[in-house]
């Protein structure tokens, strides 16, 4: 019997690849430059599990005049454990698939804060992180960093990344791994659907 398993799948994209912070950075930078605009807005969405050191020093190589980690417009993470508890629940497996947006862990006074800064700032601003898409009005330029379950629960067990807005990199990858099932990955999914059409770049972040 002659066995149909694809050892080596593989799917081909139409459209242009870039390699490379470098790259990238630059090509960040002639969007900006090919604009010919006093004010332009760059954003970052991405999903739960990405190295954010990592990507923010590199979008940061694009030399923006205003930088905003939306990690700083997350609400405290004890509101988040609150909100998010009857979702994740204090069962060991159990737990119920979250209804919540990225929206609801937001702290909307502080993005009315940002998005006035972002108005007042002339040159490029780069908005990055969680909900990015939602703080950024319009943005000239939108960005996707994605990244696949199997790899988010590789660097969990690692203990590299936190849950969204929450601060457990230590915590047990079982853990780890339930937040993101019943919440992260639900809310993250919910906002990614509403991108496919609108996003100019999909950031493979692995």
Known sequence: M????DKSPFIEITG???EGWDVISSLIKNSFKNASKSRFVVAVESY????????????KQAEPDFFVHTDELLLAE????GITFPDVTDDRLFGYMTRL??????????VENIRRQI????????????????????PDVLVYADMARWEIQRRQRLHEVNNI?????????????????FVDWRMCDRQKKKLFEKADYWLDSH
């Open 2 to 5: 002659k066995s149909n398993y």
């Open 16 to 18: 242009d690849c870039y």
């Open 48 to 59: 739960q599990g990405v190295y954010h050191e990592e990507l923010i020093q590199g979008f």
């Open 78 to 81: 004890d509101r988040i454990r």
């Open 101 to 110: 947006q990225l929206s609801d862990l937001i702290d909307g006074r502080k």
């Open 119 to 138: 108005r007042e700032t002339s040159g490029m601003t780069v908005v990055y992180g969680y909900g990015a898409s939602l703080v950024a009005e319009q």
């Open 165 to 181: 807005g929450i601060r457990n990199k230590a915590e047990d990858a079982a853990t780890q791994y339930k937040r993101g099932f």
